[in-house]
C-alpha cells in the first residue's frame, strides 16, 4: 500500500473559495490576467449542493434597479466570449415576458429599462403566446434579449472541458452531462483548481494562509465566493454578514399537449411581478431541460442550514407549490395543474435582496462575493470581474457602491 500522500503546500497569486459560477469566474478572470490562481472547491465536481447546478437559468436586460441594468451589456458580452473560447453555444435567445398589475413600482422600473414600446396589452399578449394569459388589470412587456442561459454547460465551460486538462490540479474526472469540445478554460489560463477540498482556517496578513483538509495554501490576496456557506467562513474574521440561506423549490409542469421541439416554435421566458399572491415573484422557462416540462417556480423558499439542505421530512408541506398550482391554472392553463417534478436549489439571500461585492472591512487584501439572492447567474461574468479588479486593488469597472457591506449596521465585530 502506498504511503499516505503529503499535504499540498504552495503559494499563489491569488486564493479564491468557492467553485459555483461566482468564484468560478472570478478565478477565470484573475487567470487571464496571469495571476497564479487556485480555486479551491469544498465538494467534488460536479455537485448539486449549492446554487448553481441545474440546466438552465433566465438571463434578460429587463432589471428594475439601475446598477444591474448598467451591468448587463457586459455581462451579454462576457458571456459570448465564453461562447466563443468554450467552443459550445451557452445562451439560447427565446425572449422574456416580464407581466404584473398595471402602475407596480418593480414592473414600471423594468419598463424603463426596456422602453415604453415593449409593452404588451393583453390581446397582443394572447396572440403572440397563446399559452400565457393576463388578467384583469394587468399588463405585460417584452424584452428581446432574454432567454435561458444552458447553466450547466456554462459553469463546466468556464471551469473545466470534457476532453483535456484533468492533470494535477483540476477537478476529478467526472461524465460531463454535456460534451464541451476545449480543454479546461481556467486551467487553459494557467490556473490550478482543487476540488474536494473543505476550507478549515483562514488567517489573516499580508500573506494570507488558507488550511483545507488536504493542504496549506499561502497568497497575498484572498476572493470568498462560497454561497451560503460564506457566512461561516467569514465568521472567524470578525463579520457577521447578514446572509440567510434558503431552500427553493425547483418545479417541472408537464404541458398537456406538447408543444413541437422545432426551435422556431420555442415558448419565452417569463417573470411575474408584483402579483399579491407571490409578493416574491414567479419566473418560467420554456421546455428545454426535460421534453414536455416547463419550469416555473417561485422566488423564494424556506430557511435552511446548507449542511442539512436535503434533510426534509417526508410528505412535508410545501406551500410555495401549492401556490405555484394556483397560479399555473389562472396563467399557463396549457400546464397540467402540479408539478411533475420536484427538485431544490439554494438560494443566499441578503435583507434588500442586492449583492454583497467588497472588500473586508479590516482585512483589504480578502474580498467578499455574496447573497446573490436568486438572480445572480447571469451576472456571474461582470461579479467575477468586480471582484478580480477589487483584489487587484484597480478601480472596479462597475460601481461597487451599492453592494458594500457597510450599508448593513453591525457586520463588523469587535474582536475576532
Known amino acids: 500500500m502506498a504511503a499516505p500522500s503529503q499535504p499540498h503546500q504552495a503559494t499563489y497569486d491569488a486564493i479564491v473559495i468557492g467553485a ?26 460536479p455537485h448539486s449542493r449549492g446554487s448553481s447546478h441545474g440546466q438552465s437559468r433566465i438571463t434578460r ?5 439601475a446598477p444591474y441594468t448598467c451591468m448587463m451589456p457586459d455581462s451579454f458580452l462576457l458571456w459570448q466570449r465564453l461562447e466563443a473560447e468554450a467552443g459550445t453555444t451557452l445562451y439560447r435567445r427565446t425572449g422574456l415576458v416580464v407581466l404584473g398589475p398595471v402602475g407596480n413600482p418593480e414592473l414600471e422600473g423594468c419598463r424603463r429599462s426596456l422602453g ?35 447553466a450547466d454547460r456554462a459553469l463546466r465551460a468556464v471551469q473545466v472541458g470534457a ?41 489573516p496578513g499580508a500573506v494570507l494562509t488558507v488550511t483545507t483538509t488536504a493542504g496549506v495554501y499561502q497568497a497575498p490576496r484572498l476572493i470568498i465566493a462560497a454561497g451560503a456557506w460564506t457566512g461561516a467562513l467569514v465568521a472567524p474574521l470578525g463579520l457577521r454578514l447578514p446572509l440567510q440561506p434558503l431552500r427553493i423549490d425547483v418545479c417541472y409542469w408537464r404541458e398537456k399537449e406538447p408543444g413541437s421541439p422545432r426551435p422556431s416554435r420555442a415558448s419565452p421566458c417569463f417573470m411575474a411581478l408584483g402579483l399579491s399572491r407571490a409578493p416574491h415573484g414567479i419566473y418560467g422557462l420554456p421546455a428545454l431541460e426535460y421534453p414536455g416540462l416547463v419550469k416555473v417556480c417561485y422566488h423564494h423558499g424556506s430557511p435552511a442550514d446548507p449542511e442539512e439542505r436535503d434533510q426534509t421530512s417526508l410528505g412535508a408541506p410545501r406551500p410555495n407549490v401549492a401556490l ?55 451576472l456571474a461574468p461582470v461579479v467575477g470581474k468586480l ?18 457591506i457597510t450599508r448593513f449596521p453591525s457586520v463588523l465585530q469587535a474582536a475576532l
Open 387 to 404: 471582484l478580480c479588479e477589487l483584489s487587484l486593488g484597480e478601480e472596479p469597472s462597475h460601481s461597487t457602491a451599492p453592494f458594500a
Open 20 to 45: 459555483g459560477i461566482q468564484g468560478s469566474f472570478a478565478a477565470y478572470h484573475l487567470a487571464q490576467r496571469h495571476r497564479d490562481t487556485l480555486l479551491l472547491e469544498q465538494f467534488l465536481l
Open 116 to 150: 415604453a414600446d415593449q409593452v404588451l396589452d393583453a390581446n397582443v399578449l394572447a396572440w403572440r403566446f397563446p399559452g400565457l394569459r393576463l388578467q384583469a388589470g394587468e399588463v405585460a412587456m417584452w424584452d428581446s434579449t432574454g432567454g435561458v442561459l444552458f
Open 61 to 65: 436586460s429587463a432589471y428594475s434597479r
Open 324 to 378: 405555484l398550482s394556483s397560479f399555473i391554472s389562472d396563467y399557463l392553463p396549457g400546464l397540467e395543474p402540479w408539478p411533475a417534478v420536484v427538485e431544490t436549489c439554494l438560494y443566499t439571500n441578503t435583507p434588500d435582496a442586492d449583492f454583497i461585492l467588497d472588500r473586508h472591512p479590516k482585512f483589504s487584501n480578502i474580498v467578499i462575493g455574496a447573497g446573490f439572492s436568486g438572480h445572480g447567474f447571469k
Open 163 to 203: 476532453a483535456k486538462g484533468m492533470g494535477w490540479g483540476c477537478p476529478s474526472p467526472q461524465p460531463p452531462p454535456i460534451t464541451i469540445p476545449t480543454q479546461d478554460v481556467f486551467c487553459r489560463h494557467g490556473g490550478t483548481l482543487q476540488d474536494g477540498e473543505k476550507v478549515l482556517r483562514i488567517e
